[in-house]
């Protein structure tokens, strides 16, 4: 068998492990499939795996190398999610703004560029006080 058809054996393994609700499971499958062949998809599902797995860190690497290896709108997305998360405002606008270009409509996008920009802001601006009525 070829490393490219362990790889997909493996990533059909994960999948089915993680349509089954098993995260680690699938977490360990597809990270023996990178290791046989990587792909952007196999990258891209491990980063949303650790994402479900709040394990948000780990899930940087592997999403930045799927939206890096493919064009699509998914893995730029997640990725801005992820850094959301990790309260870096300025990467989930960039990773935001990346999938905007390639889908301006995307939801998922839009929704984390407000929340980056909103927070960001927020972080920024001085505290108010507001009168006492």
């Known amino acids: ?28 499958r597809f990270q023996e499939s990178i290791q046989a062949a990587p792909h952007y998809k196999t990258l891209e599902l491990l980063g949303e795996c650790f994402l479900k797995s709040g394990r948000l860190r780990e899930a940087v690497v592997p999403l930045a190398a799927a939206a890096t ?46 929340a980056a920009v909103t927070r960001a802001l927020d972080r920024r601006s001085p505290a108010r006080d507001v009168p006492a009525a």
């Open 1 to 28: 068998m070829s490393r490219t058809e362990r790889s997909a054996e493996l990533y059909e393994a994960g999948w089915s492990l993680l349509d089954a609700g098993d995260v680690p499971g699938a977490i360990e």
């Open 69 to 114: 290896l493919n064009k699509g709108v998914r893995a730029p997305a997640i990725l801005a999610e992820v850094f959301l998360a990790l309260e870096q405002y300025d990467d989930a606008a960039e990773m935001a703004e990346l999938a905007l270009h390639r889908d301006p409509k995307n939801r998922r996008a839009l929704a984390v560029m407000r």
